[in-house]
């Protein structure tokens, strides 16, 4: 190859396969949870009743895509008794819209979007299972989501004990990234999960996976080793094997908008800022004023403890602890500032507050 592309030429021999939504053939390091993942709803490919999940892990680990090789494995099983149903909470955040779209998905047809009581679509929902002679696995991607709007236990609770006025049998998952959920004294009479954990990605398997993607993706000696370590190295201090591809694939634009071809360390690091940039942009276009207050805040008090932050910002805003708290985890979520507990002896344990550089968000 030589050193310049021509205008009509690329580096990716498939560029879809650094999209967020692809679903690798092979999908690494996560053989085990997907076994226990299938374990667990094997029963409903029978008629019989699915067992209960609960997913947890931190962003970027699998979860997901884990779930969509179930599913894409699923429904090659035929004949199959099961309706599997999955909703991803990010986007789907009412216990109305919830509803509307496990039933879209078991009948191919929208409710109405207003007018009907969400008893009613309960009991269509129950009832198209019954005549189908299907049983169902719910999948509540994301339901974080659900548990901060405070609908997560009533829209579990009412899946689950749909069996008791209907001859049928549902199963659920709920995928979390923060932390298992606290369930209170009536649900957990119904929910009894299996709890399958989803631990961060190591720095060997972050670059396997890498490597593997580069291979399948890319034209060969597009991207070296040092490149694809240094990626690694980025996306292990994320904790999110996402940023990592996504990195990997702006590092190779980059070379490729320099007519290079193959890409350098200084690709690694334009990328790097291109994406922090993009991340700012995006997160300040749904900011609101607390959380821009609390983030401008943070910023210039460096490394604070949560409590001297919550002072500052109720001093400057005048909004209580539920504010804070809320804006706070939103900020962490998005990855603008980094959180910690520390250990302080007699003091207890504190949480830890560090902001981040806009080049390294």
């Not at 999908?27 to 008629?47: D, H, N, T, V």
Request: glycine content about 6%; charged content about 25%; proline content about 4%.
């Amino acid at each position: 190859m030589k050193n310049f592309l021509t205008w009509e030429q690329t580096l990716f021999k498939d560029r879809d396969i650094f999209d967020s939504g692809y679903v690798p053939d092979q999908f690494l390091y996560r053989e085990a949870q997907m076994k226990s993942i299938g374990y667990a709803i094997a029963p409903g490919i029978e008629g019989k009743q699915p067992q209960n999940v609960v997913c947890v892990g931190p962003p970027g680990t699998g979860k997901t895509t884990s779930f969509k090789k179930i599913i894409e494995q699923a429904e090659q099983v035929s004949p199959s008794n099961l309706i599997l149903a999955y909703i991803n909470c990010r986007y789907t955040q009412t216990h109305y819209s919830v509803l509307a779209e496990v039933y879209k998905q078991i009948t191919g047809i929208e409710p109405p979007t207003s007018g009907i009581a969400m008893k009613k679509v309960y009991e269509k929902i129950a009832r198209t299972l019954v005549t189908k002679n299907k049983s169902m696995f719910v999948i509540l991607d994301d339901a974080d989501f659900l548990i901060s709007r405070k609908i997560f236990h009533d829209i579990v609770n009412n899946f689950l004990r749909l069996h008791e006025e209907y001859p049928l049998s549902i199963g659920l998952s709920t995928v979390h990234s923060t932390q298992y959920p606290l369930l209170d004294d009536g649900l957990t009479s119904v929910f009894i999960p299996t709890i399958i954990k989803f631990p961060s990605y190591s720095w060997d398997e972050i670059f396997d996976i890498l490597n593997k993607r580069a291979k399948i993706g890319l034209y060969p000696n597009v991207v070296k080793n040092e490149i694809l370590e240094k990626i690694t190295d980025y996306a292990v201090s994320k904790g999110d094997i996402r940023f990592g591809i996504d990195l990997l694939k702006r590092s190779v634009i980059s070379a490729e908008k320099r007519s290079s071809t193959f890409a350098e360390l200084t690709d690694v690091d334009n990328a790097l800022i291109e994406a922090s940039n993009e991340r700012m942009k995006k997160y300040l276009n749904a900011i609101t004023d607390s959380e821009m207050a609390l983030l401008n805040l943070a910023s210039d008090m460096g490394t604070s403890q949560a409590g001297d932050l919550f002072c500052a910002f109720s001093k400057r805003t005048r909004k209580g602890y539920t504010t804070f708290h809320k804006s706070l985890n939103k900020l962490v979520d998005a990855k603008l500032v980094d959180s910690h507990i520390e250990n302080r002896g007699k003091n207890g344990r504190t949480r830890i507050i560090t902001a981040k550089q806009l080049s390294t968000c």
